[in-house]
């Protein structure tokens, strides 16, 4: 039984991001997403496991990555003052159960949850702005043992714009 799923969502042209959350807006099957800076462009959270196939048909759609939620961890409150960024970190199969153990129990993360598919640990994790981010990711996240590849993608506020 699954917990839902992260959808990865990345845009031919950025400017069509707009167009796309004003598509999401009435569709049931997304709990939320966040607009986000870096390789994607858009990240949903489903109740269901599978990839649903109007993603694709989202304006401007190019490209998305699936990772279905195997446990979830932290879900700390965000404070409204505070940067925050997705981290989409790659692991060895044998390491990713202990990768999201250690990044679940940072002060640092907002929500984190082991997944399968394109990437092993999906996380949110904040700071005062997002240089502090940056520090926290290089200083404490980047050496973790079993840690392949990871994408960093800024949470963008489009009310805040």
Not at 4 to 24: H, N, T
Not at 39 to 45: A, M
Not at 108 to 126: I, N, P, Q, R
Request: proline share 1%; glycine share 6%; with cysteine.
């Amino acid at each position: 039984m699954s917990d839902g799923s992260f959808i990865l969502v990345r845009f031919k042209d950025r400017e069509k991001l707009y167009d796309a959350v004003s598509q999401l807006e009435d569709n049931k099957k997304v709990d939320s997403w966040n607009a986000v800076d870096g390789y994607f462009g858009l990240v949903l959270t489903t109740k269901d496991s599978s990839t649903p196939d109007w993603v694709k048909q989202l304006d401007g759609f190019s490209e998305l990555a699936s990772c279905e939620v195997i446990r979830s961890g932290s879900g700390k409150e965000q404070p409204t003052d505070s940067a925050y960024s997705y981290l989409f970190v790659e692991t060895d199969e044998e390491h990713r159960s202990e990768l999201f153990e250690t990044i679940n129990a940072m002060d640092e993360t907002y929500l984190c949850a082991e997944t399968k598919g394109d990437f092993g640990v999906v996380a949110v994790v904040g700071g005062e702005d997002f240089s502090a981010i940056d520090q926290h990711v290089q200083d404490k996240v980047h050496s973790l043992t079993g840690l392949l590849r990871m994408k960093t993608d800024r949470i963008i506020y489009l009310d805040r714009i």
